[in-house]
């Protein structure tokens, strides 16, 4: 069975930089995996961050990248803002299953 | 405007069945992938299930053991999901998602389940 690991929660301040990772838990990810992060705030249906690693749709702020950082997928959200505070969860194509991460609580404070 | 609308939710049962339905505008679903995606409350996201754009492959989350069923009816341009043999652990909101390019780019608000007797 295949496991996505993120950090269960994280904060930063205002301002300031994080970044969050995505495992898996027996090898590593790559771009084949096609990494996606989605946002999510309470009572709201996710949001695309970034997809296919490192792709930012139209209208997500430049402020969050995504990468690959060793064997992990990576986000990386740059001068992070209070409206940041948010649960997100990457998402990864391993084979044929495709599967969640358990996802980060972020809080900016 | 690209919309998902999902409906079919409720109280059931265990061991009851629900027809899930989605419900979309904008985009004919005949041309994209489609997936299933629930959340159990307070939980992370789930996949459950998806369809290539040309009606197969289909595919499911190993944990549902058989138990879900995708179908799509391109007339009403709308997506299916049978859930069978409900267990407590299957009370979620299913999300119906458009795939572009391995992003899911359009999200319904979703469609509440409860297993409960």
């Known amino acids: 069975q295949t496991v996505v690991t993120q950090e269960p929660s994280f904060s930063v301040s205002p301002g300031g930089t994080v970044t969050l990772t995505c495992g898996l838990s027996s090898g590593s990810v790559s771009t084949s995996n096609y990494p996606s992060w989605y946002q999510q705030t309470p009572g709201q249906s996710p949001r695309t961050l970034i997809y296919?690693?490192?792709s930012r749709p139209s209208g997500v702020p430049d402020r969050f990248s995504g990468s690959i950082l060793g064997n992990k997928a990576a986000l990386t959200i740059t001068g992070a803002q209070a409206e940041d505070e948010s649960d997100y969860f990457c998402f990864l194509y391993v084979g044929s299953d495709r599967v969640f991460g358990g996802g980060t609580r972020l809080t900016v404070l | 405007e690209v919309q998902l609308v999902e409906s079919g939710g409720g109280l059931v049962q265990p061991g009851g069945s629900l027809r899930l339905s989605c419900a979309a505008s904008?985009?004919?679903?005949?041309?994209?992938?489609m997936n299933w995606v629930r959340q159990a409350p307070g939980k992370g996201l789930q996949w459950v299930s998806y369809?290539?754009?040309?009606?197969?492959?289909?595919s499911y989350a190993d944990s549902l053991q058989g138990r879900f069923i995708l179908s799509r009816d391109n007339a009403k341009n709308s997506l299916y999901l049978q859930v069978n043999s409900l267990r407590d652990e299957d009370t979620a909101v299913y999300y119906c998602?458009?795939?572009?390019?391995?992003?899911?780019?359009?999200w319904g608000r979703g469609t509440l389940v409860t297993v409960s007797s």
């Open positions: 296919s690693t490192n």
């Open positions: 998602v458009r795939e572009v390019r391995r992003n899911f780019d359009s």
């Open positions: 904008g985009f004919r679903i005949s041309r994209y992938e």
């Open positions: 369809i290539d754009s040309s009606g197969t492959p289909i």
